[in-house]
């Protein structure tokens, strides 16, 4: 019962395989219909021949002709006749079926009944020679199935070698015209199922790594957003408490909060679409802009100071990201009066610096000496151009956030390409 329940989900899995390949194969054809109406050429790939036996198995009948022998009584021994032709039909089967996939190709099984094969097909030839010597091709083409690598070449010049002396032993004249097709077989049916087991892993592979570029684009537009909208709302949340405060005995600063909220929402709409389009990259000088106006609002005494040489953009793009997300957790977590931002360029490096005199406690700690998520994030992306960014408490209270970056690293571009994670 168990052998029984084996063979139904083998021949359940080639069904599948094969329903597999026809459906590969109508996308291909109906591909190309619709490019041919186009005057262009498909852009799908054919899928080759179908990945089970059941494209090696019309080849069985080159073995009618012994068939047609031991039906006609031209056989001696039919007995003995119809047992081979049976054994080596069943093994080539055997063969064949397993010659599609790594595993049983390989399997020390798949290579005893090769050699099975090699008996039966000489046991037959010498017996009783004349169209029984077509097996020989039959016995390369499995070959050709199940061997690859270095060592085909040889074993089919091996195998072509013996079935013309086996031939030549047996009928004389028709040696060569078995040799050949012998090694003709082997050969083509490596090259063919080679190239198509080829084509199948570069499909797969070109199937994932289009998978993991819509990963990375999501991640990308994920990790953007979720810092766009944590830094606005942090902002938005402050300065409407802020107005919600002064309303009372200021309006006009209070109106002067709402305006700052006006233009906050509309700056963030923007780059949100920015976002969205893949297109947005930061500006330090900005970054420091909004970071006065965000610590001001929350009563954090803001103190910039940038010194040394002008940075490329795409520094300035990561820097802005390390102001944006630092900043957004001194609003939120801290309690701090006071918040230094440094910015030092020099020849080689540009050192970024935010500094503030609260509790010093990070928002979590994913990692020993990171923040937030934000920052592993940062962290990961700097590592990325060749810089580094470290975070955590200050000896003398307070939180630190320190990123460092190469002047005019080529990998910048690369780093800047998606955005960092927010806490």
């Given at each position: 019962?168990?052998?029984?329940?084996?063979?139904?989900?083998?021949?359940?899995?080639?069904?599948?395989?094969?329903?597999?390949?026809?459906?590969?194969?109508?996308?291909?054809?109906?591909?190309?219909?619709?490019?041919?109406?186009?005057?262009?050429?498909?852009?799908?790939?054919?899928?080759?021949?179908?990945?089970?036996?059941?494209?090696?198995?019309?080849?069985?009948?080159?073995?009618?002709?012994?068939?047609?022998?031991?039906?006609?009584?031209?056989?001696?021994?039919?007995?003995?006749?119809?047992?081979?032709?049976?054994?080596?039909?069943?093994?080539?089967?055997?063969?064949?079926?397993?010659?599609?996939?790594?595993?049983?190709?390989?399997?020390?099984?798949?290579?005893?009944?090769?050699?099975?094969?090699?008996?039966?097909?000489?046991?037959?030839?010498?017996?009783?020679?004349?169209?029984?010597?077509?097996?020989?091709?039959?016995?390369?083409?499995?070959?050709?199935?199940?061997?690859?690598?270095?060592?085909?070449?040889?074993?089919?010049?091996?195998?072509?070698?013996?079935?013309?002396?086996?031939?030549?032993?047996?009928?004389?004249?028709?040696?060569?015209?078995?040799?050949?097709?012998?090694?003709?077989?082997?050969?083509?049916?490596?090259?063919?199922?080679?190239?198509?087991?080829?084509?199948?892993e570069l499909r797969a592979a070109r199937e994932e790594l289009a998978r993991r570029a819509v990963e990375k684009e999501r991640l990308r537009f994920s990790r953007d957003l979720h810092d766009l909208l944590g830094h606005t709302l942090s902002v938005i949340v402050v300065k409407s408490e802020a107005a919600r405060r002064l309303a009372a005995r200021d309006m006009?600063?209070?109106?002067?909060?709402?305006?700052?909220?006006?233009?906050?929402?509309?700056?963030?709409?923007?780059?949100?679409?920015?976002?969205?389009t893949g297109y947005r990259e930061g500006s330090l000088a900005t970054e420091l802009t909004r970071a006065r106006s965000a610590l001001s609002a929350a009563s954090v005494e803001p103190v910039v100071r940038q010194s040394g040489t002008p940075l490329e953009p795409q520094t300035e793009a990561l820097l802005g990201w390390v102001v944006r997300e630092a900043v957004?957790?001194?609003?939120?977590?801290?309690?701090?009066?006071?918040?230094?931002?440094?910015?030092?360029?020099?020849?080689?490096?540009?050192?970024?610096?935010?500094?503030?005199?609260?509790?010093?406690?990070?928002?979590?700690?994913?990692?020993?000496?990171?923040?937030?998520?934000?920052?592993?994030?940062?962290?990961?992306?700097?590592?990325?151009?060749?810089?580094?960014?470290?975070?955590?408490?200050?000896?003398?209270?307070?939180?630190?956030?320190?990123?460092?970056?190469?002047?005019?690293?080529?990998?910048?571009?690369?780093?800047?390409?998606?955005?960092?994670?927010?806490?």
């Amino acid at each position: 019962m168990t052998v029984w329940r084996r063979v139904r989900c083998q021949a359940r899995a080639w069904q599948a395989e094969r329903l597999e390949w026809k459906a590969e194969y109508e996308r291909f054809k109906a591909a190309r219909r619709a490019a041919g109406k186009r005057g262009e050429h498909p852009d799908v790939d054919h899928p080759g021949p179908p990945p089970t036996g059941f494209a090696l198995l019309p080849w069985l009948l080159m073995g009618m002709g012994a068939f047609s022998n031991l039906l006609q009584g031209k056989t001696p021994n039919p007995l003995i006749g119809g047992l081979g032709l049976l054994a080596f039909n069943s093994l080539y089967v055997y063969v064949t079926f397993r010659a599609f996939h790594r595993e049983t190709r390989e399997a020390v099984s798949t290579r005893v009944a090769l050699g099975l094969m090699g008996l039966v097909t000489t046991g037959l030839a010498l017996g009783y020679g004349g169209t029984w010597l077509f097996f020989f091709p039959l016995l390369g083409l499995a070959t050709g199935a199940v061997l690859r690598g270095p060592w085909l070449g040889r074993t089919g010049l091996l195998l072509a070698a013996y079935a013309g002396a086996i031939s030549g032993v047996r009928e004389g004249g028709d040696a060569v015209n078995i040799a050949y097709g012998t090694f003709l077989s082997s050969m083509v049916t490596a090259a063919i199922l080679g190239l198509s087991e080829a084509v199948r892993e570069l499909r797969a592979a070109r199937e994932e790594l289009a998978r993991r570029a819509v990963e990375k684009e999501r991640l990308r537009f994920s990790r953007d957003l979720h810092d766009l909208l944590g830094h606005t709302l942090s902002v938005i949340v402050v300065k409407s408490e802020a107005a919600r405060r002064l309303a009372a005995r200021d309006m006009d600063a209070a109106l002067g909060q709402i305006t700052d909220i006006e233009s906050v929402g509309r700056q963030a709409l923007t780059e949100i679409r920015e976002a969205v389009t893949g297109y947005r990259e930061g500006s330090l000088a900005t970054e420091l802009t909004r970071a006065r106006s965000a610590l001001s609002a929350a009563s954090v005494e803001p103190v910039v100071r940038q010194s040394g040489t002008p940075l490329e953009p795409q520094t300035e793009a990561l820097l802005g990201w390390v102001v944006r997300e630092a900043v957004t957790n001194v609003v939120r977590h801290s309690d701090a009066s006071r918040c230094e931002i440094t910015v030092d360029s020099g020849t080689e490096q540009v050192r970024l610096t935010v500094t503030d005199n609260g509790s010093g406690t990070p928002v979590s700690r994913p990692q020993p000496g990171i923040g937030g998520t934000g920052l592993k994030g940062l962290a990961e992306r700097l590592a990325a151009a060749g810089g580094s960014l470290t975070a955590g408490p200050s000896p003398r209270g307070g939180f630190t956030v320190t990123a460092e970056l190469p002047v005019q690293s080529a990998e910048y571009a690369e780093a800047v390409a998606t955005a960092p994670r927010a806490s």
